[in-house]
């Protein structure tokens, strides 16, 4: 079998189109890409947790459970705590408490 011919991919064997001269001109502007999505996430927030810059800072506060509390001792009284104990102080103790057990 013989072939007349040969298939080139050279441009100068394309067929000119009009989209060709279109695409070789660079844009003049940059399209910036805008995530709403976060900027939504970011106002949402701020809405939750309100504005950080305009808090206080606050002094560290004085444990509320006293260092020679046990765990036992917490888990014997029925009695309430005479102020609320703050989560990370809860965390913290607890862990401490853990770790000594080797959990």
């Given at each position: 079998?013989?072939?007349?011919?040969?298939?080139?991919?050279?441009?100068?064997?394309?067929?000119?189109?009009?989209?060709?001269?279109?695409?070789?001109e660079k844009?003049?502007?940059?399209?910036?890409?805008?995530?709403?999505?976060?900027i939504?996430?970011?106002?949402r927030?701020?809405?939750?947790v309100?504005?950080?810059?305009?808090?206080?800072?606050?002094?560290?506060?004085?444990?509320?459970?006293s260092?020679?509390?046990t765990?036992?001792?917490l888990?014997?009284?029925?009695?309430?705590?005479?102020?609320?104990?703050p989560?990370?102080?809860?965390?913290?103790?607890?862990?401490d408490?853990?770790?000594?057990?080797?959990?």
């Amino acid at each position: 079998m013989e072939t007349n011919g040969s298939i080139s991919n050279s441009p100068e064997s394309q067929p000119s189109d009009a989209s060709d001269s279109t695409n070789k001109e660079k844009p003049t502007e940059k399209v910036v890409f805008i995530n709403h999505a976060e900027i939504a996430w970011q106002a949402r927030r701020r809405e939750w947790v309100g504005d950080q810059s305009q808090k206080s800072q606050r002094a560290p506060r004085e444990p509320i459970m006293s260092w020679t509390t046990t765990y036992e001792d917490l888990l014997l009284t029925t009695e309430p705590f005479q102020e609320p104990i703050p989560l990370a102080e809860m965390v913290d103790f607890l862990v401490d408490i853990w770790l000594e057990e080797g959990l």
